[in-house]
């Protein structure tokens, strides 16, 4: 198990890549959008320069707000443009998986038009990045795209599709936790996870661990249960780096104790 963190992207790349160097993290979860970390503001050899120097492996991850299923055409293909930057970005960092999150912003629009919409572009880009020797992986998100149910049909659709499940998310808009049926129903396509605490509800608090009331030890039993041994994200946004000192502690405590 591999632990990581988000960057900023208000904040200096570099330092960004320092701190999380100087906590003694494997790799950085790379978000590249707007103000600071946007694919027109860096250049990929001096991020590459820098992860070197800082030991640091990377994941790739991109902006939530990319209108993908947007009903305006010119939109979504620039969206899909955009996701086509930043794959070639990361590849160039050497990053083995890139991550796109669902989008479900389409007024007045019926459910299966938004699901197709998703495919498409996701299925364009998976072209894309394929001779990049990148993949790309589905973030669930609270609403449309948090379960089983709402998820299984995009993947139906674009074979090679990872998921990136987010933990805290499947926390939220929901009855129960969703990451367990997730967990299940795509093992073998599980590709990355981001993990952090929050309160239920429609908050998406990115609590430090033990902060919230998931039942973070049931779902890390879960999660190694079912063979999975990679790279987790502790999505912590605190201002004190102590909490995200702490959940790294505490998750390689909850991961020994899964065994």
């Given amino acids: 198990m591999l632990i990581g963190a988000m960057n900023n992207p208000g904040e200096a790349l570099e330092r960004e890549i320092a701190w999380m160097a100087e906590l003694h993290l494997d790799f950085i979860d790379l978000t590249l959008e707007p103000p600071a970390a946007a ?9 590459a320069a820098r992860l070197r120097d800082a030991n640091l492996g990377v994941i790739g ?15 979504r293909q620039a ?23 669902p989008d479900g912003h389409a007024p007045f629009i019926e ?15 998976a072209a894309f990045t394929e001779p990049l020797g990148l993949g790309i992986m589905l973030e669930n998100v609270p609403g449309r795209f948090n379960s089983v ?5 995009i993947f139906a659709g674009v074979p090679g599709l990872g998921l990136h499940l987010d933990i ?9 936790n969703t990451a367990p049926e997730l967990i ?9 996870v981001h993990l952090h605490d929050n309160r239920g509800g429609h908050a998406d608090l990115h609590l430090a661990l033990g902060m919230g009331d998931i039942d973070l030890a049931a779902l890390v039993r879960v999660l190694r249960g079912s063979g999975y041994d990679n790279t987790i994200t502790l999505e912590v946004f605190a201002r004190d ?13 909850l991961w020994g104790a899964a065994a």
């Fill in 61 to 75: 991850h991109t902006a939530f707000y990319l209108p993908i299923a947007s009903s305006f055409p010119s939109l």
């Fill in 111 to 125: 459910e299966g038009t938004i699901v197709r919409r998703n495919i498409e572009s996701l299925a364009e880009v």
């Fill in 149 to 153: 149910t709402q998820l299984a049909p």
């Fill in 241 to 253: 780096r102590h909490f995200l000192e702490y959940s790294r502690d505490r998750l390689r405590d």
């Fill in 79 to 101: 969206a899909i443009d955009e996701l086509k930057r930043a794959a070639e970005f990361f590849a160039q960092l050497g990053a083995r998986w890139m991550n796109i999150h």
């Fill in 39 to 47: 694919t027109w503001k860096l250049r990929s050899v001096d991020v």
């Fill in 168 to 176: 805290g998310h499947s926390n939220l808009s929901v009855v129960q």
């Fill in 184 to 192: 299940h129903y795509f093992a073998g396509r599980l590709a990355h």
